[in-house]
């Protein structure tokens, strides 16, 4: 590995923890508070049958799996914008513009579940 190679997976380490401090408490309630009420939906829809409720549930989480792993691969591409930002601009640049990224994407991610859930 090169000198640039490591400075970007040293940064790119930071920032996500710097981002994970900031935004972990807030993101994962947020998480919560979409699984329960797409709970509360299911429960309102299939009132009496638990079977549909179970499917319905499922059919979220499923979606959510989904859209967890292409947040996970959006956050890793970073690296790569990292590395290209690193050999233009300065290191505190990079990691706000990180940061940023990486903030936008777990709303998507969020407004995703939000949108999985009215689609049900």
Known sequence: MNRNEDETIKLFQEIRN???????SNFLTQIVEKYQNQENLCFQENKGNSFEF????MNFQKRQSKEEKKMEFK???LKNEIA????INERSQCQQSAIN?????QQDFLKTLELTSKKQ
Not at 18 to 24: A, L, N, P
Not at 54 to 57: A, E
Not at 84 to 87: S, V, W
Not at 101 to 105: A, T, V
Request: hydrophobic share 45%; with cysteine.
């Open 101 to 105: 990224n990486i903030m936008q994407i």
């Open 54 to 57: 179970v499917k319905c549930m």
């Open 75 to 77: 956050i890793n591409y």
């Open 18 to 24: 710097e981002v994970i401090d900031f935004t972990t």
């Open 84 to 87: 290209e930002c690193l050999t």
